[in-house]
Structures are given as C-alpha cells and as structure tokens.
C-alpha cells in the first residue's frame, strides 16, 4: 500500500525535478489488445524513469476519486478501455488525452469508424482543438499506416466532422505474437524488437504532447506550430455548392509519419 509520506515524496521529486504535472491517457482498443496495449507503454514509460499507472476504465468508474490518487503518485495514468466500454463520454471528460488504436485492416478500420461515429464527446470539439490521437496496429510499413489513417481521416472528416491526429503505428512484428504466447509484454520479452521499440518512441511522443498542445495555442491562427501533426478534419463547403474532395494527407504531413520510423 502506498503511504501518504511516499505520495509526498514521489510528488515533491517531480517537482524537484522539473517534471510536468500529471497526465492522464484514455486508450482505446480492441478488447483482446489494448490490455496488453497500455502494459507494454507503462514499461517503455517506465524506460524513460518516468511512473505510469495503469486502471480500467471500468475501475475508474466504480472508484470515486480513483485518478486523484494516482495524480499523486504517476507521472501518466493509462487508462484502458476496449471499444464495448460504457460511459466512454464520462471516461474520456476525466482525462487529457484520447488515444484510439486500430488494426491495420477492414474490422480495425469499422470498430474504431463505428466509436467515433457513436461516442460524440471523443469528437475533439471540446479538447482546446485537439483531435483524437491514433495509432494503427500491425502495419506492414510507414506507407500503409499513412494510408489506413488517411481513409480512416478522411471518412470521419466527411461525414462525422471529426478531427484525428496521427499519433505513430507499430508495425507487423512477429515478436508480438510470440510474447503473447509467453504470457508477456513484447516491451518486456523483445526490448530490441521492432514493436518494443515503437512503443518506446509512442512512449517519447506521449511526453510531448503537453507541451506541444501549448505550443499551438500561443501559436495561434498565424503561427506556426512547433511540431507537425497529421490530422483531418471535414473540408468547408464552396459557396457555390459544388462538391470538394475529402481532405488529403499533405507531403509534409506524410514526412512527419517517415520521420517517426515505427
């Protein structure tokens, strides 16, 4: 049981040391995955010497207060939830981040289409202009996770008005699978694996995006951001009513996703 003394201290050490305030992750997967999902962020996290928790978010909603404790004591609470979860809405409010994961295929594509479709709040209109972060799962390279998120973009852009960001992908790896038959991590039993190390780089991108969010803002409407976020958004319509084709993902927006090497 942790004590209030080592909350303290673990709380007094982040600020000692200069670390940013509390984040918390709701990550949502296929029911099968996104356990083993968070598992394997929380130990690159943990990599980086940084405290991550991880709660259900079915935990969460039976435990009042349950967040506030683990704002005391982690640098990021992941919180997890398959794609069936109910209250998503109430989940998502409670937390600074939602990050959706998708298989690289036709049912990844319709589970996480069908959750936006459903789940309004996920939406990003009330995220200081953030949309949702994804990731594809199982790519076969950095140019099908472009393309699987550019359908997956420019379908919810169109038709739900949704923004999403382009968070990074794990590619196809077999150690994947074979962790999963050892009962571990992948992060954990193949750290030199390609999938271990995508999750390490997520695990770097994560911690940025704080401070990336308020970059933007002081941006503004002419600056420039200071990093670079592939997202999509549904297109304005011309004055004349004509029809305008389905937002596309700019050369700049596709050198960022080579940039993360997955």
């Not at 936006?116 to 390279?141: E, F, P, Y």
């Not at 997956?152 to 074979?178: K, S």
């Amino acid at each position: 049981m942790t004590t209030p003394f080592a909350k303290d201290q673990a709380a007094g050490l982040r600020r000692m040391l200069g670390h940013a305030a509390a984040r918390r992750v709701l990550v949502i997967g296929a029911q099968e995955q996104v356990d083993d999902f968070v598992d394997n962020l929380r130990i690159a996290l943990a990599a980086m010497g940084r405290d991550a928790a991880v709660v259900s978010a079915q935990t969460m909603l039976a435990v009042t207060g349950m967040l506030e404790q683990y704002d005391e004591t982690a640098d990021v609470t992941l919180v997890a939830a398959h794609f069936g979860t109910r209250a998503l809405a109430t989940v998502a409010e409670a937390c600074d981040d939602v990050l959706l994961t998708f298989a690289d295929g036709p049912e990844g594509l319709k589970s996480a289409y069908t959750l936006l479709k459903k789940t309004a709040v996920l939406q990003g209109t009330n995220r200081q202009g953030r949309g949702i972060r994804t990731v594809v799962c199982g790519a076969h390279s950095v140019d099908s996770a472009v393309r699987v998120f550019g359908n997956l973009a420019n379908t919810v852009g169109q038709y739900l008005n949704t923004r999403i960001d382009f968070a990074g992908y794990l590619p196809e790896d077999r150690h994947t699978e074979l962790a999963l038959s050892l009962g571990k991590p992948v992060a954990s039993a193949f750290p030199a694996s390609p999938s271990a190390v995508a999750f390490r780089q997520l695990a770097e991108e994560m911690l940025s995006w704080a401070s990336s969010v308020g970059a933007q803002a002081q941006a503004g409407d002419g600056g420039t951001p200071s990093r670079v976020v592939m997202s999509a958004r549904a297109p304005a319509q011309p004055a004349d009513g004509s029809a305008q084709a389905a937002p596309a993902l700019t050369p700049r927006a596709t050198a960022r996703a080579a940039e993360l090497v997955y």
